[in-house]
């Protein structure tokens, strides 16, 4: 059982059960495509672009144009969580925890849905017929905060390159983007005039202590976003990414276009409440789920790396 419940107990905190700071479940996953599958991997199709002919002249025969035709394949990963509650433990408590705990274990679960979606975000993404190849997310994908002199953290200068890239990759500007990051990044925004400034951004950040939207990108704070740790360096002028040692121990924050990255669904979080008759009948609480995720296209998806004080 968990050791830490007699911290709950009414005559130390009273009728309440608190929970201790900590993210209230997943944060991307509103952001990203949500499919749901049936057996351990599925595949996704993609269809490329295709350019049209001219007509050769009257009565030419129809061309054969082949539409490229790619899949990604995403494989479920199976999450648990579960927590004995003495029945002792209850007598002693006003409020009766387990729905509590339940709360704890969907949060929990939905941090691991999270940590899936960060890791297909810049990780391999697999396509092929078999799901066999390794694709990685590519140094032109990826850009090194600067402020033209030195490496820095995310700046409105980077920001205005990693919209012209995804411009530039033609991708469409209907679709929502987003961009993950630290507090420290958000702590950097705040300090560029472009960003808390009414006459360049309608958003008031400073009023709020926040970064909301800003250049048509929406910010999500995660602060469970890893850092660069194979060799990789970056130009501290054009941001260009490649061989090298400099971006070691940079934030690895990215943007993205929203359907850049998919979340599928083999089993939604699912949680039950039983009791255990070989644990003296205590109360079990227990939730999992089945997930996993993908880069669906490397173009709608930009690696920031960032330099942290």
């Known amino acids: 059982m968990s050791s830490q419940i007699t911290q709950a107990f009414v005559d130390q905190f009273g009728a309440n059960v608190f929970h201790l700071s900590q993210q209230k479940g997943s944060r991307l996953k509103p952001a990203v495509r949500n499919e749901t599958q049936t057996g351990e991997s599925q595949f996704f199709d993609r269809i490329g672009s295709v350019a049209a002919v001219k007509k050769a002249g009257r009565h030419s025969s129809t061309p054969q144009l082949d539409t490229p035709h790619s899949r990604r394949m ?32 969907m949060w929990a679960l939905g941090r691991s849905m999270d940590d899936e979606i960060i890791a297909a975000s810049v990780g391999n993404a697999y396509s092929g017929q078999k799901g066999t190849t390794a694709v990685a997310h590519p140094n032109s994908q990826k850009y090194a905060a600067n402020d033209g002199a030195a490496h820095s953290n995310l700046n409105v200068r980077t920001l205005r390159a990693v919209k012209r890239k995804m411009d530039e990759a033609e991708v469409d500007p209907s679709e929502k983007r987003y961009i993950a990051c630290h507090a420290s990044q958000i702590e950097a925004l705040l300090g560029q005039t472009e960003v808390t400034s009414a006459d360049y951004n309608t958003v008031k950040a400073l009023v709020q202590g926040e970064v909301n939207t800003y250049m048509g990108f929406e910010f999500i704070r995660i602060q469970r976003i890893p850092v660069q740790v194979a060799a990789l360096s970056g130009s501290v002028t054009t941001g260009a990414v490649g061989a ?34 070989d644990k003296s009948y205590s109360k079990q609480a227990y939730a999992c789920m089945s997930v996993g995720a993908t880069r669906m296209e490397e173009e709608k998806v930009v690696e920031i790396l960032c330099k942290e004080t």
């Open 74 to 105: 995403v494989t479920l990963e199976d999450y648990e969580w579960a927590d004995l509650i003495d029945k002792e433990d209850k007598v002693r408590m006003l409020n009766d925890p387990a729905s509590e705990y339940v709360m704890a274990a």
């Open 244 to 277: 090298g040692a400099s971006l070691v121990g940079f934030r690895k924050c990215f943007a993205w276009s929203q359907m850049g990255l998919l979340l599928s669904v083999g089993q939604s979080i699912m949680a039950r409440i039983s009791e255990r008759d």
